[in-house]
């Protein structure tokens, strides 16, 4: 919880930080045009890539497989997709990152593990 607190007061400082400066160096209207059109593209992107993972999970629960690697990646597109919405460089980049298959899949494995180290310590319950 503490580092959710640092992160939501870094990120936007940072943020404002990095909004400021490539207004002094590039004007005002580029900035908002780039920042427009990220939140467009990124909206796109994520909307495309959204619905085909939606479709994944459908034909693998169709044959009775578990989509859990599909879930993860639904979760990550969703993520991806929420920061390229936010104003800003910085989460513009995290979140066009997380929209790149290859990162995907690194995020992915990252979050099994943690995953899988969360419930083997007994701290999450999972009731059939």
Known sequence: MRYILLLMIIV???EIGVLL???NTIGLWPT???ILLTGVLGAY???KQGIE???KIQDQL???QMPGDAILEGACILIGGTLLLAPGFITDALGFTLLLPSARKVLKNM???G???WMNKGTITIIR
Do not use: E
Request: aromatic residues 8%; positive net charge.
């Open 12 to 14: 936007p400082a940072a």
């Open 21 to 23: 400066l490539s207004g």
């Open 32 to 34: 908002l045009a780039i």
């Open 45 to 47: 992107l994520a909307k």
């Open 53 to 55: 993972t939606i479709r």
């Open 62 to 64: 169709r044959y009775g």
């Open 111 to 113: 979050l099994y593990i």
């Open 115 to 117: 995953l899988k180290k």
